[in-house]
Every structure is written in C-alpha cells, then in structure tokens.
C-alpha cells in the first residue's frame, strides 16, 4: 500500500485523544485509503486486530434505511469484551443520524473513533448538536505533488517531467496509480465528478432544472481564480436568455463546496487588517475537473497554478486569502498561527513589467514574499522576494 504520510502523521497526533477524527473532502480523494494505512500502523504498533472495527456504510455494503440506532447496535455487537476499541467508519453520513451513534460510541465505550465523509450530510449542523467540542475535521484534498510523486517513485523521470503530467492529470489517487492517457484520465474524473453531482447534490437537494445548474457550474470552471460574485453570475445568466435568483445562485454555490467540489478563498484587505466579504475566488478541488468538462487548454494553465498553489498552501495549514493592499491584488496571503507568507503565482515571468515582484514589495512588512512561476531560467532573490520554481515550492517542506 502506498502511504500518504501527511495524514497518517495527522492521525497519529490525534491518536488515543477523546475525540472523533473526521477526515473530510471530495469522492475518490483516498479517504478510505488513509483508514486502511491506519489500520496498518495501529497493527504494526501492537493492537490486536479483533480490537480494530472496521465498517463502511455505502448503500451496497447496507440497507438504506439503516438508522443510527441499527448503527450503534452494529458496531456495540462487535465490541465483545472490555477495554479499548478502535473504530474506523468509512462513509458514515449514508447513515442518518450517524452523529448520535458516533457521539454514544465516545461516551458510553472505551473508543478511539475515526470517520470519513465525502458531502453535506457529513458537515450539517448535527455534528455542533451532538458532538459539540468533541471532533477534529481534517481536510482530505487530492494529491499533493510531493505525493504523486510518491505514486510514480517506480518512475525514472524528473521532477519538472512530472510536475507538467500533474499539472495536466491533476491529483485524484485512481489517476496516480495507473498510467492513463489524457483522455481516459479525464473521463474517469468526469465519472467521479458525475457521481458526486448525482449524489450529493442534484437528488439531495431536488435540483430539478439539471441545464441551468450544470451552466452554473460552468460558468465556475470558466472563471477558477478570477473573483466573481453571485451577481456576475445572474448577469451573465441573463445574457443568455436563462432566469436565476441570487439567492439560487448562493445555493447551488454552498451544495458544490459542501460536496467538497469547490473551495472559497475570501479577500483579506491588508490595510484594514480584516476579511471582506465580496468578489471571492473560489477554486476546484482538483484541476482535472476543469479539463474532464472544457478540455485541457494550454491558455488556462496560468489560472490552474495558482489552484494547485492554493491546495499546497491548504496541505501545508495556512488559511489561505486573496490580498487587497489598496488598489493592488496579492494572488495569496497565507496565515498559519502566527506566521504569514505573500505568494504571487504566474506562468512566466513577463520581460516588459515588474507587476508580479512590485505588488510585493509595496507591502511593508517583514515576512517572507514569494514569486512561484514555471519559468525555467527565473531563479534568485529580488530586494528580498524570493523567486522559486512551481516544483520547488511544492516539495518544499516547509516555506
């Protein structure tokens, strides 16, 4: 099994603390591979493997109707004798109620108890009611290039070699594993993407108008690190000759990030030191659901960077915002407890302007500024701007 030590390190931090471990992200991300490489670690450190309960609540495993009620007895059955059990529970939020079930497990047996989800149901208001102060969320995204690497090790080709097939294939573990061309790859992501529109969101939510919803989605592709508001969208639906509500919009935008299709990065305004509400950017969870639904376009790889950019940060534990410093826009200011960095993405650097290095420099404040681009020859330090190749600040361990 190829691990992904990121998030076994992550998990065995939390190893043994009273609370639920709730691994979090979009269909096929490696969830349920994380919960095997923990059960491995758990049985190469000594647990006996009738003490490590291992379920997954897909609708083929179980009935529909399973309730948390049928849940919890499941799982109590299994739990024959005294003294600690370890729970891993894969896709639980097919589950209805699955938090009280989870939540009695914690308080009623000696559980160490870890779950994943891959929608909605899994992040409702249900986990502050029952589990209040009692769980940790950790994000799972797709493959990391550090990662996919990992994937290929079998591979004899270069860094810069692979770091242009991620750009293209993106992340999703089923790509890494195998040796894909593009086309196959695109239609196995557009499969998942399928399946996580059908699932998640169109039956859940009633969608019945699947032209409009799908046009929205669209338009969100289309404009993946350009900011945009719910506005822009009625605007441009209108054009069209199509008839949407602001509010529909704010809906269909909140069902794709609780499906964990997209992720929203808010303006951070560096003058007022605080967070605004207006033209957000919103990013893919993986660049290979732009180019499964609109083709890889070789024009669009300046905005995908900055998406893989983006993702690289969220690994690494930054909150990651777009900068405002007055009428300049910083690509990334990324914060982590108390360190911050200020990130630029870009293709190449461009011969007749300073903009990418100077929007940096305006900012007067010591922490470390970066230009990441592709550009092969673009290397070296700027009064204290760092210029580093995409493949270098992705492997770098820390920034």
Request: one cysteine or more.
């Amino acid at each position: 099994m190829i691990v992904r030590p990121h998030y076994l390190g992550m998990l065995k931090t939390y190893r043994d603390v009273p609370l639920v471990k709730i691994l979090a992200g979009i269909r096929r991300c490696g969830k349920s591979t994380i919960l095997e490489m923990l059960q491995d670690d758990l049985t190469k450190n000594g647990v006996p493997a009738d003490r490590i309960i291992s379920m997954r609540y897909t609708s083929e495993d179980f009935d529909e109707g399973m309730t948390d009620k049928d849940m919890y007895k499941g799982i109590k059955e299994k739990m024959t004798e005294g003294g600690r059990y370890y729970l891993l529970l894969d896709e639980v939020q097919e589950v209805t109620g699955w938090e009280k079930a989870v939540n009695s497990l914690l308080e009623n047996a000696d559980t160490d108890i870890y779950v994943t989800g891959s929608n909605s149901k899994l992040m409702s208001s249900e986990i502050s009611t029952y589990l209040t102060g009692r769980y940790i969320s950790i994000p799972v995204f797709t493959l990391s290039f550090a990662e996919y690497m990992g994937f290929k090790k079998a591979n004899d080709r270069k860094a810069k070699e692979l770091l242009t097939e991620y750009i293209r294939l993106g992340g999703f573990p089923i790509i890494a594993l195998s040796n894909f061309d593009e086309g196959a790859a695109y239609q196995i992501v557009e499969g998942i993407y399928n399946s996580v529109i059908t699932s998640d969101i169109t039956k859940r939510h009633n969608i019945t108008n699947f032209d409009l919803f799908n046009r929205v989605v669209k338009y969100i592709v289309e404009n993946v690190g350009k900011t945009f508001s719910a506005n822009a969208i009625v605007k441009f639906l209108k054009s069209e000759g199509r008839s949407l509500s602001v509010e529909s919009v704010y809906n269909y935008l909140e069902w794709l990030e609780k499906a964990f299709v997209i992720y929203r990065c808010q303006r951070y305004d560096l003058q007022g030191k605080s967070v605004l509400k207006t033209q957000e950017k919103f990013y893919l969870a993986d660049a290979s659901l732009k180019y499964c639904m609109m083709g890889f376009n070789p024009k669009s790889v300046a905005a995908m960077l900055e998406n893989i950019v983006y993702f690289e940060l969220r690994r690494k534990g930054y909150e990651a915002y777009i900068g405002k410093n007055e009428t300049k826009e910083i690509d990334f200011v990324a914060v982590r407890r108390d360190e911050r960095i200020y990130v630029q993405v870009c293709r190449n650097l461009p011969e007749e302007s300073d903009r990418e290095v100077a929007n940096l420099l305006e900012i007067k404040d010591h922490y470390p500024k970066y230009v990441v681009t592709l550009d092969e020859l673009a290397s070296g330090n700027i009064n204290g701007v760092k210029i580093v190749h995409l493949a270098d600040f992705l492997l770098a361990e820390d920034y």
